[in-house]
């Protein structure tokens, strides 16, 4: 399951720098469900090249990631944005608010930079 949800997330975020070619074959490999099989009789190509094309498209979306970091990014902000409701949540006083508050806050500036 984590690798379906890791494989979601790359396209997400990359799936716009693939090619058309290789946009298509993927979608139809996860999000489509469809068999290495069933991919390469609808394209006329074989099964092994599917399974190629997989793994060498999910590997580059792994390197933008690696030199990007967007979706580490995005995971760490919308933990922030959990921990500040959390924060609102069950703050005792609005100073304990306000401390937690700018802590989130200089860690997300210290992300983003």
């Known amino acids: 399951m984590e690798k379906i949800v890791e494989q979601g997330l790359l396209y997400d975020f990359y799936g716009q720098l693939l090619t058309a070619h290789q946009q298509k074959i993927y979608e139809q490999a996860v999000y489509e469900n469809l068999s290495y099989n069933e991919i390469a009789e609808q394209e006329g190509i074989s099964r092994q090249a599917v399974h190629d094309l997989i793994r060498r498209t999910t590997a580059l979306m792994k390197r933008y990631e690696n030199k990007l970091g967007m979706i580490r990014r ?8 959990d921990e500040l409701s959390e924060a609102a949540d069950t703050a005792d006083s609005l100073e304990t608010l306000a401390v937690r508050s700018r802590m989130i806050a200089d860690r997300i500036r210290k992300d983003l930079s």
């Open 74 to 81: 995005f995971k760490s902000l919308r933990e922030a944005a």
